[in-house]
């Protein structure tokens, strides 16, 4: 009986296309343990999702292509969903969390905030385990974006423990407003408080820790790329030049720190009117995909210009969780997917490359 050669399986799995990430299953890296004997196939899908709308049509897509070969009768799929997690680091900052992915601007007010809680929210979707840590102790969101007003607790261990809200652990420096913290911040405190936050706060286990960053580049950002172990930055924008300018300042930075920059985000992009239906490019449009492809970082997508977006961030209950159905919702739960697909295809070549080999893969 003729056997399947793992070059044509490969071939054949090459052609079968992940519609929600818009690559195939092999340019993901899904593919793992092909066994080919008389007859039969094996092999396994590593998702980097555990849920997908499409996880189980791809599955079985998967199979069809594989038993559309010469010689195959029966196929064996093991599915693994996983995001995968960075290589081990020893200084035990967030040892229970296995990716931590910042959100960064070089801007102000080009809506870190927003993605960031979205992006955690719709990650909690894919059925992964996700906390969000608000970074920002000049300008806190956290508190406003998920109505959080209890008072800090802290264990017996000195640990302070994560506020729950929308079924994800968060923590932001907003939430110790009113005990006595400081109006005006020196770089110094800014980075003392960081590393307390780094350290003190008992996260349960997590696939995602997302971190919202302030504006720039500044303490904050350096002191968190310098102590916790960020393996993926993702770089907001709004499409206008200026904000453009300040967005490839952001990715020096992170180049320089040595962290992977999973791509770029265009927010506010468009404007759909509720009332004709047309759209109209406030910020102007296609910047960011135009920088992207110029700087050689990957496009994540872009978020439209949506009121509804700031009212459900204004009242707790951000769009992801409010609306999950709206052309906002479903354009943060698009970037989400493919910042879970870009990490974990880091995360495997990371953990397949020899020793000493380990870096940076823009
Ligand atoms: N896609 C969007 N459509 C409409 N409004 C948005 C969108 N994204 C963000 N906003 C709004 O823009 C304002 C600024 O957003 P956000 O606070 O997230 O920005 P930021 O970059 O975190 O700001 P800062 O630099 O001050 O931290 C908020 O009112 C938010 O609701
Ligand atoms: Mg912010």
Redesign the pocket.
């Known amino acids: 009986m003729a056997v399947a050669k793992p070059a044509d399986i490969l071939s054949a799995l090459g052609a079968v296309e992940d519609p929600e990430l818009g690559s195939d299953l092999v340019a993901l890296g899904y593919v793992q343990d092909v066994a080919s004997k008389a007859g039969s196939v094996g092999l396994t899908l590593h998702l980097a999702m555990p849920e997908g709308a499409a996880r189980a049509a791809l599955v079985e897509a998967a199979r069809a292509a594989v038993a559309g070969l010469p010689g195959v009768d029966s196929v064996d799929i093991q599915v693994l969903a996983d995001p995968g997690e960075r290589p081990a680091v020893d200084e035990g900052v967030l040892s229970g969390v296995r990716n931590v992915v910042a959100v960064a601007s070089g801007k102000g007010g080009v809506g870190?905030?927003t993605v960031a809680a979205n992006l955690a929210l719709a990650l909690k979707q894919t059925g992964a385990a996700v906390g969000l840590l608000d970074a920002?102790m000049y300008?806190p969101?956290v508190p406003t974006m998920f109505r959080v007003s209890e008072p800090l607790r802290v264990a017996d261990d000195n640990k302070i423990l994560p506020v729950e809200a929308l079924g994800i652990p968060l923590m932001s420096i907003g939430f110790m407003a009113g005990q006595g913290l400081p109006v005006i911040w020196r770089g110094p405190m800014v980075s003392n408080m960081l590393q307390q936050l780094l350290q003190q706060v008992a996260w349960p286990p997590l696939d995602y820790l997302v971190v919202?960053l302030?504006p720039g580049t500044g303490d904050t950002q350096l002191t968190l790329c310098q102590m916790a172990p960020v393996n993926g930055a993702v770089i907001v924008t709004t499409p206008q030049e200026l904000s453009l300018i300040d967005a490839h300042r952001g990715l020096e930075m992170f180049r320089k720190l040595n962290v992977p920059v999973l791509g770029l985000v265009e927010n506010m992009s468009g404007f759909t009117c509720g009332h004709c239906g047309k759209v109209t490019d406030i910020f102007r449009r296609g910047g960011g995909k135009r920088i992207a492809t110029q700087l050689g970082v990957p496009w994540l997508g872009s978020v439209p210009l949506d009121p509804a977006v700031v009212v459900a961030g204004d009242e707790g209950e951000p769009i992801v969780v409010r609306d999950p159905a709206s052309s906002g919702a479903r354009a943060f739960l698009a970037v989400a997917r493919t910042v879970a697909a870009r990490l974990h295809e880091h995360n495997r070549r990371q953990a397949d490359a020899p020793e000493g080999e380990l870096k940076l893969n823009w």
């Open positions: 870190k905030s920002d300008g969101s919202d302030p």
